[in-house]
């Protein structure tokens, strides 16, 4: 381990040799004087011992400082100290936020390095044979060192947390903590033989404390006893105050499509009102500027002028602030190429849905193929090969493909289903993981999947169905509609697509006449629906200004056709490439910066993102003080008043001892008697 | 008169001391008759007995009142006038070549004067140092000598190892007979000067003792930290001179001086502490007469 040492505490280590032997030179210079007989100046030195009560001590005075500085030395190398928090217990689990917040600079030069110091304090006081855990948290938990007694070890692998941008849970990082410190609870069975020995360990949580309270938790042998609280220590200071951009995206103006309307969302987490000059840059050029006026605890929206005609850009809102927190004085957004959805839809003719498919609206994110079942054959190819992002197959199914007699000699048909995501209207896929029922009349609709984006904002308690069958809902699956006889509308993943069934059909020919099913496609809701299921199953972005991400958030790019790997670049610049998933789909999970992410392939620009934090609770650095933290129903203190871990007393030891030398020097040449 | 007399010995000090006389305080036999009367058997008693005349004595002595009332033949004893043997011995050792005038010039002064005393009463005068390497000083006796006696009073230099032990025994072996010895020293040996003392005593002279200390040892005017280098051996003492340490000093030269005398005064040695900064009238005149070594 390297001492933690400054070079100025290095020099002045080094500058202690030197000096002692500079006390030899700086032998007190005597002024020499012949008298005529030493004699009675000797007798007088003499008497002085003789006459005086501390004789003996004043005789062996310079014995005496030597033997104090030897103990002085002894004492030091001993090490005393007493302990600031009682360190009771032998097991340790430190958790250290590392959230955004933690790199808020009221405590020099960060809380993050303010909670490492604490830590430090905290291994360098334990004692032989006990064993610390190490658990770095943000919104997702990382054991940065498991159990061990290596000091050293602990002390590396603290250092080598880092700051994250990410917002905060205590959740996670209590679970991982559990695991090693009540395994018995991993244990599906009561005979299940537990992988380790349940073990009581202390609990000792680093943090600002801007977390919400963990409710469904039983911290177990994270509460060994009374003596062994968990120990919450809040890292930074009261009266912290910042201001942040919770909000910033763009919205297109209803009136006039093109232009674009960033707005902001800023808010002031501090006693006192602040005004501050926002920035809006276009690609790096300052747009506008705008002074807000901030009262003091309160949230204001900032609305900027319309950019007009932006194909694509990147924007950036910045305040001036000169506050404990900079990372979220910055925030970006991006306004991307409109992304239309190619879509191809199979069907022997319906007006209504066509007509939906078909407005300008729809038209700006979809480019719709309609085609009929017996055109499907040329198409076969472009499906497979993942040219459209959505399929809609009313009333038909996918070609069958030719395949080899089995063994019987009959010909099986087998069915390919499209590199795409699909829609079946009134039929089966042709997978055998979907089942339907026989077919019942006027099933009423009870319940509506409102959480599901294909479903948001649809209402359909108006709407009426003549005759369906209702589904079988197949593995992983999920009834966006719900029935009295059944679902009638579910869907479900297919490798890296999903594939949604309405279990009835729009319209049904009969006798050469067209007749509805359903009432649906007369009510307002239908359109919506069409329009959720272009963006949903499409991937289509009709506000074109990209979707804004979250630190920590994953990136799933989408209609990237026929190649394996796309590049990421990361705001710092760092190119990050990523495959392909077994599901066929793109996953970007490094999200951990702030800031504008490219993406790309084979040297094209495929778009943009932007990741801010947006987090109030972030923002809001105040530590928590004085209200616990609710473990379960354990209250877990902010132990303010718990500062250092251990006093060392060795260094104090040492000054005295060299402050010891320095009288003995002087004794021993100044023949001090008193 | 030669040129001396400017500088040890003023004229008026002269005239003073001519009046003057050495008092011993025990009975000596002198080898000559001299000026003076010997104390026999009680103070103030020329007389001292009669006894039967034989041929040959001094018929001046005889007691013709007796011889007329007893018809016998008395010669009456007196006694004897005789002379005295009057040594100083002065310590050339360097230590007392300190002070202003220094101690060694004050003893010389004094020497000088006492010696005076005793020419002037025809009284043998050997003055001598206690440096055992210069050549032993002839006696002196009667006025004329009185140059000569400054002459080589004026010749003593300090320096020389002198050990005060050393040159005292030196003295009595050479000196034999008995007298007066005045023993001018600053007592400042490093061996201590009671076996000194104790050769003079065991010769039965009549012993004084002046201890003479510069004011510059009585009242040191030093601070500060000091490097003491003894002016004899070279021997250094380190000290830090400070209030409380010259009170130390003080003490400690009061406690020296104070052992003298009581080692003196237990012996029958008459001890005087002289300073050498008074003139030496003042202590003949003053304290030597009071202490009765002189008689003026």
Redesign the interface.
């Given at each position: 381990m390297i001492p933690m040492l400054s070079l100025w505490q290095w020099l002045v280590l080094a500058a202690v040799p030197p000096a002692i032997a500079a006390l030899y030179f700086l032998r007190?210079?005597?002024?020499?004087?012949?008298?005529?007989?030493?004699?009675?100046?000797?007798?007088?030195?003499e008497?002085?011992h003789v006459n005086s009560l501390w004789q003996r001590l004043r005789k062996n005075i310079l014995l005496l400082l030597q033997l104090l500085l030897v103990l002085l030395a002894m004492i030091a190398l001993l090490r005393p100290g007493w302990s600031g928090a009682e360190m009771t217990g032998n097991r340790f689990v430190f958790l250290v936020d590392n959230s955004a917040s933690m790199s808020a600079t009221d405590v020099e030069p960060t809380r993050l390095d303010d909670a490492k110091l604490r830590v430090r304090e905290l291994i360098e006081a334990m004692e032989e044979g006990d064993e610390a855990m190490i658990i770095s948290f943000s919104n997702f938990a990382q054991t940065v060192q498991s159990f061990t007694g290596d000091r050293r070890a602990l002390l590396q692998r603290l250092e080598g947390i880092q700051p994250t941008a990410r917002t905060t849970s205590l959740d996670e990082a209590l679970q991982a903590a559990a695991g090693l410190a009540n395994p018995g609870a991993s244990g599906f069975e009561m005979g299940d033989v537990s992988v380790a020995e349940a073990q009581p360990a202390r609990l000792f949580i680093f943090s600002d404390g801007r977390f919400p309270d963990v409710e469904n938790f039983s911290l177990g042998n994270l509460y060994p006893s009374e003596e062994q609280k968990p120990v919450f220590v809040p890292i930074g200071f009261g009266d912290t105050s910042n201001l942040a951009i919770t909000t910033f995206s763009t919205r297109r103006n209803e009136n006039s499509p093109e232009s674009i309307e960033p707005f902001a969302r800023l808010e002031n987490h501090g006693a006192e009102p602040a005004k501050i000059e926002a920035s809006l840059f276009v690609d790096d050029e300052l747009f506008r500027a705008r002074e807000v006026s901030l009262p003091a605890g309160k949230a204001t929206s900032v609305v900027f002028d319309a950019l007009e005609q932006i194909g694509s850009a990147d924007l950036r809102l910045e305040i001036k602030t000169g506050d404990a927190l900079a990372i979220d004085d910055k925030a970006w957004a991006v306004v991307n190429s409109p992304t239309r959805a190619r879509v191809l839809y199979v069907t022997v003719g319906n007006r209504n849905l066509e007509t939906c498919l078909t407005t300008t609206r729809a038209q700006r994110i979809a480019d719709v193929t309609i085609i009929a079942p017996d055109q499907l054959k040329p198409y076969q190819k472009s499906i497979n090969d993942g040219a459209y992002e959505l399929v809609i197959y009313e009333d038909v199914g996918p070609l069958p493909e030719k395949s080899a007699p089995d063994k019987d000699g009959n010909t099986k048909p087998t069915y390919r289903m499209p590199q795409a995501n699909t829609l079946f209207i009134g039929r089966l896929p042709p997978i055998d993981s979907w089942k339907a029922e026989s077919a019942v009349g006027g099933p009423q609709i009870i319940d509506l999947h409102r959480a599901h984006p294909m479903m948001k904002i649809l209402d359909m308690g108006d709407v009426a169905v003549a005759e369906a069958k209702p589904l079988k809902v197949p593995p992983g699956g999920t009834t966006l509609i719900d029935s009295s006889a059944g679902p009638l509308f579910v869907i479900a993943p297919r490798g890296g697509y999903e594939d949604a069934v309405l279990a009835f059909s729009l319209q049904e020919s009969r006798e050469g006449e067209t007749l509805l099913n359903t009432d649906w496609p007369i009510r307002t809701s239908f359109p919506l629906f069409v329009k959720n299921m272009l963006e949903y199953l499409g991937g289509a972005q009709e506000d074109a200004t990209g979707t804004g991400y979250r630190v920590g958030d994953v990136v799933t790019p989408r209609g990237v056709e026929a190649v394996d790997r796309l590049t990421v670049t990361m705001p710092s610049g760092e190119p990050i490439e990523i495959g392909r998933t077994s599901l066929g789909t793109f996953h970007f999970t490094g999200t951990d910066e702030v800031g504008v992410y490219r993406l790309g392939y084979e040297g094209k620009s495929y778009g943009r993102c932007a990741v801010n934090l947006f987090s109030s609770a972030e923002s809001r650095i105040q530590p928590r003080q004085d209200d616990p933290i609710k473990i379960g129903h354990v209250e877990v203190e902010g132990a303010s008043l718990w500062r250092r871990g251990r006093k060392e007393l060795w260094k104090w030891l040492l000054l005295a001892a060299l402050g010891l030398l320095l009288l003995e020097w002087y004794v021993y040449n100044?023949?001090?008697?008193i | 008169m030669p040129d001396t007399q400017s500088t040890l010995l003023s004229p008026q000090m002269l005239a003073q001391l001519e009046r003057m006389e050495l008092v011993s305080r025990k009975i000596f036999r002198g080898r000559m008759k001299g000026e003076r009367r010997s104390k026999r058997k009680g103070q103030s008693v020329e007389f001292s007995d009669f006894r039967n005349y034989v041929p040959g004595d001094d018929l001046r002595f005889l007691d013709w009142n007796l011889y007329a009332r007893l018809d016998r033949l008395f010669l009456k004893m007196f006694l004897e006038e005789e002379d005295l043997h009057f040594y100083a011995l002065i310590d050339t050792s360097?230590?007392?070549?300190?002070g202003e005038p220094t101690?060694l010039y004050f003893a010389k002064q004094l020497a000088a004067a006492l010696g005076f005393i005793g020419l002037v009463r025809s009284d043998r005068v050997k003055i001598e140092t206690l440096d055992t390497a210069q050549r032993p000083a002839p006696a002196l006796r009667g006025r004329h000598n009185l140059w000569r006696m400054l002459e080589m009073v004026e010749a003593i230099e300090p320096g020389g190892g002198t050990s005060l032990v050393e040159g005292v025994k030196n003295f009595t072996l050479r000196n034999t007979g008995k007298g007066i010895v005045v023993l001018i020293t600053?007592l400042?040996?490093?061996n201590g000067y009671e076996a000194a003392l104790r050769y003079l005593m065991a010769r039965d002279y009549d012993v004084y003792v002046v201890h003479v200390l510069?004011p510059e040892?009585i009242d040191p005017d030093?601070t500060?930290?000091?490097?003491?280098?003894?002016?004899?051996d070279a021997?250094?003492?380190?000290?830090?001179v400070s209030g409380?340490?010259l009170k130390?000093?003080r003490?400690?030269?009061a406690?020296?001086v104070e052992g003298a005398r009581h080692f003196c005064a237990r012996r029958d040695i008459t001890y005087m502490r002289a300073d050498s900064g008074t003139p030496v009238e003042e202590l003949i005149q003053g304290y030597l007469q009071k202490r009765g070594l002189v008689r003026g």
């Amino acid at each position: 381990m390297i001492p933690m040492l400054s070079l100025w505490q290095w020099l002045v280590l080094a500058a202690v040799p030197p000096a002692i032997a500079a006390l030899y030179f700086l032998r007190l210079r005597r002024r020499p004087i012949e008298v005529p007989s030493t004699y009675l100046w000797k007798k007088t030195i003499e008497d002085l011992h003789v006459n005086s009560l501390w004789q003996r001590l004043r005789k062996n005075i310079l014995l005496l400082l030597q033997l104090l500085l030897v103990l002085l030395a002894m004492i030091a190398l001993l090490r005393p100290g007493w302990s600031g928090a009682e360190m009771t217990g032998n097991r340790f689990v430190f958790l250290v936020d590392n959230s955004a917040s933690m790199s808020a600079t009221d405590v020099e030069p960060t809380r993050l390095d303010d909670a490492k110091l604490r830590v430090r304090e905290l291994i360098e006081a334990m004692e032989e044979g006990d064993e610390a855990m190490i658990i770095s948290f943000s919104n997702f938990a990382q054991t940065v060192q498991s159990f061990t007694g290596d000091r050293r070890a602990l002390l590396q692998r603290l250092e080598g947390i880092q700051p994250t941008a990410r917002t905060t849970s205590l959740d996670e990082a209590l679970q991982a903590a559990a695991g090693l410190a009540n395994p018995g609870a991993s244990g599906f069975e009561m005979g299940d033989v537990s992988v380790a020995e349940a073990q009581p360990a202390r609990l000792f949580i680093f943090s600002d404390g801007r977390f919400p309270d963990v409710e469904n938790f039983s911290l177990g042998n994270l509460y060994p006893s009374e003596e062994q609280k968990p120990v919450f220590v809040p890292i930074g200071f009261g009266d912290t105050s910042n201001l942040a951009i919770t909000t910033f995206s763009t919205r297109r103006n209803e009136n006039s499509p093109e232009s674009i309307e960033p707005f902001a969302r800023l808010e002031n987490h501090g006693a006192e009102p602040a005004k501050i000059e926002a920035s809006l840059f276009v690609d790096d050029e300052l747009f506008r500027a705008r002074e807000v006026s901030l009262p003091a605890g309160k949230a204001t929206s900032v609305v900027f002028d319309a950019l007009e005609q932006i194909g694509s850009a990147d924007l950036r809102l910045e305040i001036k602030t000169g506050d404990a927190l900079a990372i979220d004085d910055k925030a970006w957004a991006v306004v991307n190429s409109p992304t239309r959805a190619r879509v191809l839809y199979v069907t022997v003719g319906n007006r209504n849905l066509e007509t939906c498919l078909t407005t300008t609206r729809a038209q700006r994110i979809a480019d719709v193929t309609i085609i009929a079942p017996d055109q499907l054959k040329p198409y076969q190819k472009s499906i497979n090969d993942g040219a459209y992002e959505l399929v809609i197959y009313e009333d038909v199914g996918p070609l069958p493909e030719k395949s080899a007699p089995d063994k019987d000699g009959n010909t099986k048909p087998t069915y390919r289903m499209p590199q795409a995501n699909t829609l079946f209207i009134g039929r089966l896929p042709p997978i055998d993981s979907w089942k339907a029922e026989s077919a019942v009349g006027g099933p009423q609709i009870i319940d509506l999947h409102r959480a599901h984006p294909m479903m948001k904002i649809l209402d359909m308690g108006d709407v009426a169905v003549a005759e369906a069958k209702p589904l079988k809902v197949p593995p992983g699956g999920t009834t966006l509609i719900d029935s009295s006889a059944g679902p009638l509308f579910v869907i479900a993943p297919r490798g890296g697509y999903e594939d949604a069934v309405l279990a009835f059909s729009l319209q049904e020919s009969r006798e050469g006449e067209t007749l509805l099913n359903t009432d649906w496609p007369i009510r307002t809701s239908f359109p919506l629906f069409v329009k959720n299921m272009l963006e949903y199953l499409g991937g289509a972005q009709e506000d074109a200004t990209g979707t804004g991400y979250r630190v920590g958030d994953v990136v799933t790019p989408r209609g990237v056709e026929a190649v394996d790997r796309l590049t990421v670049t990361m705001p710092s610049g760092e190119p990050i490439e990523i495959g392909r998933t077994s599901l066929g789909t793109f996953h970007f999970t490094g999200t951990d910066e702030v800031g504008v992410y490219r993406l790309g392939y084979e040297g094209k620009s495929y778009g943009r993102c932007a990741v801010n934090l947006f987090s109030s609770a972030e923002s809001r650095i105040q530590p928590r003080q004085d209200d616990p933290i609710k473990i379960g129903h354990v209250e877990v203190e902010g132990a303010s008043l718990w500062r250092r871990g251990r006093k060392e007393l060795w260094k104090w030891l040492l000054l005295a001892a060299l402050g010891l030398l320095l009288l003995e020097w002087y004794v021993y040449n100044r023949r001090v008697y008193i | 008169m030669p040129d001396t007399q400017s500088t040890l010995l003023s004229p008026q000090m002269l005239a003073q001391l001519e009046r003057m006389e050495l008092v011993s305080r025990k009975i000596f036999r002198g080898r000559m008759k001299g000026e003076r009367r010997s104390k026999r058997k009680g103070q103030s008693v020329e007389f001292s007995d009669f006894r039967n005349y034989v041929p040959g004595d001094d018929l001046r002595f005889l007691d013709w009142n007796l011889y007329a009332r007893l018809d016998r033949l008395f010669l009456k004893m007196f006694l004897e006038e005789e002379d005295l043997h009057f040594y100083a011995l002065i310590d050339t050792s360097a230590s007392m070549g300190f002070g202003e005038p220094t101690k060694l010039y004050f003893a010389k002064q004094l020497a000088a004067a006492l010696g005076f005393i005793g020419l002037v009463r025809s009284d043998r005068v050997k003055i001598e140092t206690l440096d055992t390497a210069q050549r032993p000083a002839p006696a002196l006796r009667g006025r004329h000598n009185l140059w000569r006696m400054l002459e080589m009073v004026e010749a003593i230099e300090p320096g020389g190892g002198t050990s005060l032990v050393e040159g005292v025994k030196n003295f009595t072996l050479r000196n034999t007979g008995k007298g007066i010895v005045v023993l001018i020293t600053d007592l400042l040996d490093k061996n201590g000067y009671e076996a000194a003392l104790r050769y003079l005593m065991a010769r039965d002279y009549d012993v004084y003792v002046v201890h003479v200390l510069s004011p510059e040892e009585i009242d040191p005017d030093v601070t500060g930290d000091l490097r003491l280098i003894d002016c004899e051996d070279a021997d250094e003492a380190e000290v830090t001179v400070s209030g409380p340490l010259l009170k130390r000093y003080r003490e400690t030269l009061a406690a020296f001086v104070e052992g003298a005398r009581h080692f003196c005064a237990r012996r029958d040695i008459t001890y005087m502490r002289a300073d050498s900064g008074t003139p030496v009238e003042e202590l003949i005149q003053g304290y030597l007469q009071k202490r009765g070594l002189v008689r003026g």
